[in-house]
């Protein structure tokens, strides 16, 4: 059963233009939701986070934003730089505090690619 | 170090045989998670210590697996009687008791390859 769904498995934009990696959760347990970037052979590193209580939190070129009714997030990249080329993860948790509820559940990644 | 450490990167290892797997955290994070990465899958939870409560084991998906934290720091990830279906990506992560972004930092991963 998978909780947290990124159902494109990869996505191709133009330098400079906007890139949307879009997520879906299943459970309202969730609370807190992250994206993690993946380069080839590295760990995730930590992008961006959202809280339940917000709709949007941005980060520069990176914006988050969460419907919750709906159940879905998106990461918004703006503008897009050949750098951004990576394994996208996002990921959600039933609380941001370390504790039993703070452990993470990833989609699959989309894999983003962004042509010079 | 300034990372999570996580050794060996690469381990090949034939069907049958165990395997450990080490993950240095963070000093001073009090939280350490394991994760697994199979090709073309998320990442899967397999475990997750926390001071000196009892882990949450939930994720383990067989008896074959199992780990230990020492003195709350390093943790090790044992795989008994290792199975092709075990190979995968598995990654270390630790965090902070209290974080604003509740953020986990990874490690690079170690790869297993079981043939």
């Known amino acids: 059963d998978q909780q947290v769904k990124q159902n494109s498995p990869s996505l191709s934009v133009q330098e400079g233009r906007i890139s949307i990696l879009n997520c879906d959760y299943t459970?309202?347990?969730?609370?807190?939701f992250l994206w993690y970037k993946k380069y080839p052979a590295e760990g995730p590193t930590f992008l961006i986070s959202?809280?339940?209580?917000?709709d949007k939190n941005e980060d520069g070129r990176f914006t988050v934003f969460l419907n919750k009714s709906a159940k879905h997030l998106s990461l918004h990249i703006v503008p897009s730089q050949p750098g951004d080329s990576a394994v996208y993860f996002c990921?959600?948790?039933?609380?941001?505090?370390?504790?039993?509820?703070?452990?993470?559940?990833f989609g699959k990644g989309i894999t983003l690619s962004v042509r010079p | 170090g300034a990372g999570v450490s996580q050794s060996p990167s690469n381990k090949v290892t034939e069907k049958g045989k165990d395997v450990e797997l080490r993950c240095d955290p963070i000093?001073?994070?009090?939280?350490l998670y394991w994760y697994r990465q199979s090709l073309g899958q998320g990442l899967e939870f397999l475990i997750y210590?926390?001071?000196?409560?009892?882990?949450?084991k939930s994720g383990l998906p067989s008896d074959r697996f199992s780990a230990e934290r020492t003195g709350g720091s390093v943790s090790t990830l044992t795989i008994q009687r290792t199975q092709q279906e075990d190979s995968a990506v598995y990654l270390c992560?630790?965090?902070?008791?209290?974080?604003?972004?509740?953020?986990?930092?990874f490690g690079e991963g170690s790869r297993l390859t079981v043939l």
């Open positions: 992560a630790s965090s902070l008791a209290q974080s604003n972004t509740g953020e986990l930092f």
């Open positions: 459970n309202s347990m969730f609370d807190y």
């Open positions: 959202i809280s339940s209580i917000k």
């Open positions: 990921a959600a948790s039933k609380s941001r505090y370390t504790g039993a509820n703070s452990k993470l559940t």
């Open positions: 000093s001073g994070h009090t939280a």
């Open positions: 210590f926390q001071g000196n409560s009892a882990p949450d």
